[in-house]
């Protein structure tokens, strides 16, 4: 109809182009919602790592200022020994330090809803290093159980015979042994992550 209203035949592809514009408008907004999340997600992740890497250089800090002692410790309890094995006693003290090493920030990490966004390599090289503390962990508590039954029999020492000492000092020297060597590798795992 010529000067008339027009009729729906004339008004679709107005209103066509409307309702792909409508459409346009919500789809772009969300992918900037999308956009927004995925943003704030990387966000948290690179905070929830920062505060991993800040925990692993604890870990670290603990781990090298024990093992200077846990080395003397071996000495001692070598010479100990040796000498207990010649028939002859040594006036000793042991004295133990171990690390006290967190998870927690590892933890949380890996439960967080910015997880998915860290490096799969990095994951895999933090993993293996907390997985090697939960071996290590038993042995520490090993060694702990250990000197608290030698600290029981501390005041005895004197009256004991050598052969007594050999006994009852024996089972710490095999497992600071092995301690010793989780140790150097949890403490080498450490520095690598921090290089």
Request: no cysteine; glycine share 6%; hydrophobic share 45%.
């Amino acid at each position: 109809m010529a000067g008339g209203t027009p009729t729906l035949r004339e008004k679709l592809p107005e209103i066509a182009i409307e309702a792909a514009m409508v459409v346009f408008a919500v789809l772009a907004a969300f992918g900037v919602e999308e956009w927004r999340e995925q943003r704030r997600l990387r966000e948290f992740a690179a905070v929830a790592r920062s505060a991993v890497e800040t925990e692993i250089a604890e870990n670290l800090e603990q781990f090298r200022a024990a093992a200077p002692a846990l080395t003397e410790l071996m000495e001692l309890l070598d010479r100990v020994l040796r000498a207990a094995d010649e028939d002859r006693s040594v006036p000793f003290e042991l004295r133990i330090r171990l690390p006290a090493m967190s998870m927690a920030a590892w933890r949380a990490a890996q439960g967080s809803p910015g997880a998915p966004y860290f490096e799969h390599e990095w994951v895999i090289r933090v993993s293996r290093v907390y997985e090697g503390y939960e071996d290590y962990a038993p042995l520490r508590r090993l060694v702990i159980e250990d000197y608290t039954r030698i600290f029981a029999h501390q005041r005895a020492f004197p009256e004991m015979e050598p052969a007594d000492w050999i006994e009852l000092l024996e089972p710490l020297g095999g497992r600071l042994f092995m301690l010793e060597e989780a140790h150097r590798g949890i403490q080498s795992g450490l520095e690598s992550l921090l290089e």
